[in-house]
């Protein structure tokens, strides 16, 4: 009998885990007779996400775009200041403590003024995301370039090397980690803010439709739309997990299981 490697058994692991709670939830909940519209059953919210599939896929791709579109955003954005912020110790005095005034807002207050200025829908949804995803991309960008040692700065100016230079041949590559790792947590966070929008302010996408669901008790639906933005979660974290390993391989030590590795 030929076992398993071990990269196969870590492969298999999170179906086999996500397998026995789905038997364990489906048990409990025949057993102890729990209400459907307390805790339906993981067999009925499977029945729900195929009847109701046409209309869950229309609001999960209406999600789906809201979050890239503000993620797309904080990465620009977040990126460049993350940037001049590393570049220049006072932008980094004045607007770092501005940074983790705005991000310690909570986001779901925001969403009302927004929906002022822009009106409901996708806009306040795209900028939600925008707000919750650019705070780590900034920081981790500016992180990984302010710990470039001193030293081999010093090596490249006697060299001859300017600034730009250092930064595009040294600080760039020696913060791909960092940036990697903040693009993981961030596409996260951009599902979080488009969904909070959603349940506020639109009508369409996964939030809209799971506060519809809520409004009439339809409990296996809106488990169907956490589903949902589960796996559109997962699929975009292994994607981002996939290209750290590929263009970051040089800064892996040790085989990681979080990072695909």
């Not at 940037?83 to 110790?89: R, V």
């Not at 981002?240 to 695909?260: M, Y």
Request: net charge positive; hydrophobic share 55%; proline share 5%.
């Amino acid at each position: 009998m030929k076992f398993l490697t071990s990269k196969q058994i870590k492969f298999l692991m999170p179906w086999v885990v996500m397998f026995f709670i789905l038997i364990i939830w489906e048990i409990i909940v025949r057993v102890l007779s729990i209400r459907l519209f307390i805790l339906p059953p993981p067999s009925l919210i499977w029945w729900t996400l195929l009847d109701y599939h046409q209309s869950i896929i229309e609001h999960a791709l209406f999600t789906l775009t809201n979050t890239l579109l503000g993620f797309c955003l904080g990465v620009m954005i977040g990126s460049l200041l993350g940037i001049l912020i590393a570049s220049w110790q006072m932008l980094y005095a004045g607007f770092y403590p501005i940074l983790v005034g705005i991000n310690s807002i909570p986001k779901a207050a925001i969403v009302p003024i927004l929906v002022l200025w822009m009106g409901i829908g996708q806009p306040p949804a795209i900028t939600t995301a925008f707000l919750l995803c650019f705070f780590p991309i900034t920081v981790n960008i500016a992180t990984g370039l302010i710990t470039t040692e001193p030293e081999l700065e010093d090596v490249l100016r006697s060299l001859g090397a300017s600034k730009f230079d250092i930064l595009m041949k040294i600080g760039i590559p020696r913060s791909l980690p960092y940036f990697f790792a903040s693009l993981k947590i961030a596409i996260t966070l951009a599902f979080v803010g488009a969904v909070i929008s959603e349940t506020i302010a639109s009508n369409e996408g996964i939030g809209y439709l799971m506060l519809q669901a809520a409004s009439q008790f339809r409990t296996s639906l809106m488990f169907a739309g956490l589903f949902v933005i589960a796996c559109m979660c997962v699929c975009t974290y292994l994607l981002f997990a996939h290209l750290e390993k590929h263009f970051t391989k040089w800064s892996v030590r040790k085989d990681v299981i979080i990072t695909g590795g």
